[in-house]
């Protein structure tokens, strides 16, 4: 009877204390973060992606725990080791840090560089929306061993890792290409322009020098060696085309007509096809 009266006041102190004690779960830690460059003691100020990982030292594949694209991020993490990774354009860099309780801050340094491209033919800046650069990573004796990025825009801001690369300017959407092996500097933006030898020419079918084009003709380019480089239909196409010698062939009402003709660098200018019988 006493025993039953002894495990009864003991329920009912367990009542009134809410229950058995629990286990507390770790208190979080601050971690804030900030990426610079090699040579440069200012923190980035954007172009940042953040990503937390556990840190498996066994070698499993790590899972994400926080991400950010904050410049400064600041995460919130129970105690313990973790790795902080931050990408930066195509760089990207990763440090094991390890969080007590309370705050810390650390700082990865991204060795990186810039390229900023344009275009011009002789003196004159070609129109940016009509350039294209591809940016590879020389390989042996293949210049274009890895393409890193191609549809770059003429002014984008290309983050990289230090080193040499092989960019390719394609001016228009024919034959108009220039190459250039151009080097990034940790810290550095490199502005290069890349100077192309081609002109845009209007093809024209007319039935003599100077008057109407006719509407609706299959225009072909060719080289001396019979590939075709462009072909286009309309009554005035404009095909950019590097400098030299060229073909052109009409096709207009079920009849063919031919004219030669040469691109000369930076001289725009009329190409036309006489339609008259042989």
Same mark, same amino acid.
């Given at each position: ?109 991204? @060795? ?82 890349? @100077? ?83």
């Amino acid at each position: 009877m006493r025993a039953r009266r002894r495990f009864g006041e003991a329920l009912a102190l367990l009542a009134l204390s809410g229950g058995p004690a629990l286990a507390q779960a770790p208190a979080e830690a601050s971690l804030s973060l900030r990426a610079v460059l090699t040579s440069e003691a200012k923190p980035l100020r954007g172009g940042l992606t953040w990503r937390i990982y556990e840190d498996r030292p066994e070698g499993g594949k790590p899972v994400v725990l926080a991400r950010s694209e904050e410049a400064q991020p600041i995460f919130r993490l129970p105690p313990g080791t973790y790795l902080a990774n931050v990408t930066y354009g195509f760089v990207s860099t990763s440090k094991r840090v390890t969080l007590g309780s309370g705050t810390a801050s650390d700082q990865l340094t991204v @060795n990186a560089g810039a390229l900023r491209l344009a275009g011009a033919v002789g003196d004159a800046k070609i129109q940016p929306g009509q350039l294209a650069f591809a940016v590879f990573v020389p390989i042996g004796n293949n210049p274009e061993g890895r393409l890193v990025r191609d549809g770059v825009k003429a002014g984008e801001v290309v983050r990289l890792p230090e080193g040499t690369y092989h960019v390719v300017s394609t001016w228009g959407d024919s034959n108009a290409i220039q190459r250039a092996d151009l080097k990034v500097e940790n810290g550095r933006l490199t502005d290069a322009t890349l @100077n192309h030898r081609a002109a845009t020419v209007t093809l024209k079918l007319v039935a003599a020098p100077g008057t109407e084009a006719f509407a609706g003709t299959a225009f072909s380019v060719l080289t001396p060696g019979g590939d075709t480089i462009r072909e286009a239909i309309g009554a005035f196409p404009q095909v950019t085309l590097a400098e030299g010698e060229y073909q052109l062939i009409a096709r207009h009402d079920g009849k063919v007509y031919t004219q030669d003709f040469k691109v000369e660098s930076g001289i725009d200018r009329d190409i036309e096809a006489i339609a008259k019988d042989p």
